[in-house]
């Protein structure tokens, strides 16, 4: 498994919404009801009590304990809410988590290293691996995508990704 005590970010505080204290919040998973399954995020230093989480456009409105007036709230304005990699639940086989993957460290079919995962991407037919390869003497890195499935990706671990050489560019 991946770094267990690795923050994973799950939402961004967008701003207040409101007088009482609740958060607008930018969401990076599932949903609002994917929220739930946690009762404390961590914004920096500061811990994040879940009271209350529901959808809204763009996103989700939340309260949280510690956050109990509008100037507060707008003081966390940009602050992205985390939770450790092992606060996530577990995973069925050939499941993954964008988190997890990106980084790694990718090779193709036929053995030769083409560079890493730089992000995972959904545009609403699958997930979409971007890999960037490694940089040429004064050019940037290039990057290349492959869609995340068996035929274009047949394998991956903690450890690496591994492409299918015809996907390779």
């Known amino acids: 498994m991946a770094d267990a005590s690795r923050p994973v970010t799950l939402a ?18 599932e949903g609002a009801e994917a ?5 404390v995020f961590h ?3 500061r811990k994040l009590t879940l009271k209350s989480v529901r959808p809204a456009n763009q996103g989700a409105v939340a309260t949280f304990a510690e956050i109990t007036d509008r100037s507060a709230a707008e003081a966390l304005r940009g602050a992205v809410l985390t939770v450790p ?7 069925a ?9 990106i980084g790694l460290p990718c090779v193709s079919t036929d053995g030769a290293a083409i560079g ?5 991407e959904n545009f609403g037919a699958g ?5 960037e390869k490694p ?5 940037k890195p290039g990057r290349f995508m492959v869609p995340m499935n068996a035929q274009a990706v047949p394998a991956w671990t903690d450890e690496g990704v591994t492409v299918n050489a015809a996907f390779v560019e």
């Not at 086989?93 to 993957?101: A, I, N, R, S, V």
């Not at 890493?116 to 995972?120: F, L, S």
């Open 12 to 29: 961004a505080i967008a701003g207040a919404h409101g007088v009482r204290g609740e958060v607008r919040l930018k969401l990076f998973g």
């Open 35 to 39: 929220l739930r399954a946690f009762s």
């Open 43 to 45: 914004a920096g230093e």
């Open 85 to 91: 990699r092992s606060a996530l639940p577990p995973l």
């Open 93 to 101: 086989d050939g499941e993954y988590y964008h988190h997890d993957l």
């Open 116 to 120: 890493h995962v730089a992000a995972v």
């Open 127 to 131: 997930d979409i691996l971007e890999i």
């Open 135 to 139: 940089a040429e003497p004064g050019k």
